[in-house]
Protein backbone atom coordinates (compact mmCIF):
# COMPACT_ATOMS: atom_id res chain seq x y z
CA UNK A 1 0.00 0.00 0.00
CA UNK A 2 1.61 3.19 -1.37
CA UNK A 3 0.73 6.48 1.13
CA UNK A 4 1.12 10.32 -0.07
CA UNK A 5 2.78 12.84 0.57
CA UNK A 6 1.71 15.72 1.81
CA UNK A 7 2.41 17.73 -1.39
CA UNK A 8 0.68 15.06 -3.12
CA UNK A 9 -2.95 15.22 -0.99
CA UNK A 10 -6.18 17.03 -2.00
CA UNK A 11 -7.24 20.01 0.42
CA UNK A 12 -10.10 17.67 1.24
CA UNK A 13 -7.95 15.05 2.54
CA UNK A 14 -5.79 17.17 4.35
CA UNK A 15 -8.56 18.37 6.40
CA UNK A 16 -9.94 14.82 7.02
CA UNK A 17 -6.42 13.87 8.42
CA UNK A 18 -6.61 17.75 10.70
CA UNK A 19 -9.93 16.57 11.83
CA UNK A 20 -8.64 13.97 12.90
CA UNK A 21 -5.89 14.41 14.28
CA UNK A 22 -7.76 17.35 16.59
CA UNK A 23 -10.39 14.52 17.72
CA UNK A 24 -7.75 12.34 18.12
CA UNK A 25 -5.68 14.88 20.22
CA UNK A 26 -8.01 17.05 22.25
CA UNK A 27 -10.90 14.24 22.60
CA UNK A 28 -13.33 16.57 22.36
CA UNK A 29 -15.94 18.37 20.01
CA UNK A 30 -13.57 20.83 19.44
CA UNK A 31 -15.80 21.94 16.26
CA UNK A 32 -18.52 23.25 18.28
CA UNK A 33 -15.58 25.65 19.43
CA UNK A 34 -15.05 26.95 15.71
CA UNK A 35 -17.39 30.09 15.18
CA UNK A 36 -17.97 29.40 11.14
CA UNK A 37 -19.07 33.24 10.62
CA UNK A 38 -15.54 33.76 11.85
CA UNK A 39 -13.31 31.01 10.16
CA UNK A 40 -10.46 32.19 7.97
CA UNK A 41 -7.53 30.02 7.14
CA UNK A 42 -5.50 33.42 6.21
CA UNK A 43 -6.30 34.67 10.01
CA UNK A 44 -3.98 33.84 12.36
CA UNK A 45 -6.79 34.40 14.99
CA UNK A 46 -9.73 33.22 13.12
CA UNK A 47 -8.33 30.16 11.99
CA UNK A 48 -9.12 26.76 13.19
CA UNK A 49 -5.84 26.72 15.43
CA UNK A 50 -6.46 30.42 16.16
CA UNK A 51 -10.00 29.68 17.51
CA UNK A 52 -8.73 26.78 19.67
CA UNK A 53 -5.51 27.69 20.62
CA UNK A 54 -5.55 31.90 20.70
CA UNK A 55 -3.34 32.09 17.79
CA UNK A 56 -2.16 30.06 14.81
CA UNK A 57 0.94 29.96 16.34
CA UNK A 58 -0.51 29.16 20.25
CA UNK A 59 -1.83 25.35 18.43
CA UNK A 60 1.89 24.84 16.61
CA UNK A 61 3.69 25.23 19.36
CA UNK A 62 0.51 23.06 21.93
CA UNK A 63 1.10 20.50 19.35
CA UNK A 64 5.04 20.88 18.67
CA UNK A 65 3.96 21.27 15.10
CA UNK A 66 6.44 21.31 11.69
CA UNK A 67 5.74 23.58 9.32
CA UNK A 68 4.84 20.22 7.03
CA UNK A 69 2.36 19.21 9.73
CA UNK A 70 0.80 22.52 9.43
CA UNK A 71 0.25 22.00 5.39
CA UNK A 72 -0.76 18.26 6.16
CA UNK A 73 -3.35 18.80 8.41
CA UNK A 74 -4.74 21.41 6.53
CA UNK A 75 -3.96 24.01 9.14
CA UNK A 76 -2.25 25.93 6.53
CA UNK A 77 -0.89 26.56 2.86
CA UNK A 78 2.27 26.13 1.81
CA UNK A 79 2.56 29.32 -0.53
CA UNK A 80 5.86 29.90 -2.62
CA UNK A 81 8.44 32.81 -2.38
CA UNK A 82 6.30 35.57 -5.31
CA UNK A 83 3.16 33.40 -5.59
CA UNK A 84 0.54 35.92 -6.59
CA UNK A 85 -1.64 37.25 -3.18
CA UNK A 86 -4.32 37.04 -5.24
CA UNK A 87 -4.28 32.77 -5.90
CA UNK A 88 -2.87 32.86 -2.46
CA UNK A 89 -6.52 34.31 -0.97
CA UNK A 90 -8.41 32.13 -3.71
CA UNK A 91 -6.42 28.93 -1.99
CA UNK A 92 -7.09 30.10 1.35
CA UNK A 93 -10.78 31.00 1.01
CA UNK A 94 -10.89 27.45 -0.62
CA UNK A 95 -9.31 26.08 2.48
CA UNK A 96 -11.55 27.38 4.54
CA UNK A 97 -14.53 26.25 2.80
CA UNK A 98 -13.20 22.42 3.20
CA UNK A 99 -13.01 23.41 6.67
CA UNK A 100 -16.68 24.57 7.13
CA UNK A 101 -18.00 21.68 5.24
CA UNK A 102 -15.86 19.31 7.74
CA UNK A 103 -17.11 20.94 10.58
CA UNK A 104 -21.03 21.29 9.05
CA UNK A 105 -21.06 17.70 8.89
CA UNK A 106 -19.29 16.82 12.26
CA UNK A 107 -22.20 18.84 13.91
CA UNK A 108 -24.61 17.17 11.75
CA UNK A 109 -23.24 13.61 12.23
CA UNK A 110 -23.58 14.06 16.48
CA UNK A 111 -26.95 16.17 16.75
CA UNK A 112 -28.25 12.90 14.70
CA UNK A 113 -26.86 10.66 17.31
Keep these: MSTLSHEEMTLRQRVLAGGLFLTVLRGDEWWNQINLDRLDLDSLFDC ?66
Design 48 to 113: ILGQLYTSFGDGVERFDLTEGDTYAFGFNLYIPSGYSSTLAAIEFEALTEEWKELIRALRSDVSES
